[in-house]
């Protein structure tokens, strides 16, 4: 059991930048594989980045040379640096966890934290 909690959203400018944090509670994020998504008004959850325990990343082709996901296991935290923001990048961020073997939905997810691009 890992509770999650997501922090660094807010409103910005297009073409400027944000940090999301993910912080976890409850068990280790080496654990898991961790990832963002994000859903916004309208629109199906899509999948932002991910990143496993041995820190093989993917990404969405639409956030690619824009976003990196990282993280950090001492603290226990997971990170989502967004740069070259763009109004389209406005939704809700959510920060999940789950096993090698699982599945997404079946796993662990944080309460989500809004982010806002303006033109």
């Known amino acids: 059991q890992v509770q999650l909690v997501e922090s660094g959203g807010g409103s910005v400018q297009a073409g400027g930048s944000l940090r999301l944090s993910c912080a976890a509670s409850?068990?280790?994020?080496?654990?898991?594989?961790m990832g963002w998504f994000r859903q916004a008004p309208g629109k199906e959850r899509e999948g932002v980045a991910t990143i496993s325990s041995v820190l093989s990343r993917t990404y969405a082709d639409s956030v690619k040379g824009r976003f990196t996901i990282s993280k950090d296991n001492g603290k226990n935290t997971l990170y989502l640096q967004m740069n070259s923001l763009k109004p389209e990048d406005t939704a809700m961020y959510y920060c999940?966890?789950?096993?090698?073997?699982?599945?997404?939905?079946?796993?662990?997810w944080g309460q989500g934290t809004q982010v806002t691009v303006s033109s």
């Open positions: 409850g068990s280790t994020i080496s654990n898991y594989y």
């Open positions: 999940a966890a789950r096993f090698l073997l699982g599945s997404w939905d079946s796993g662990y």
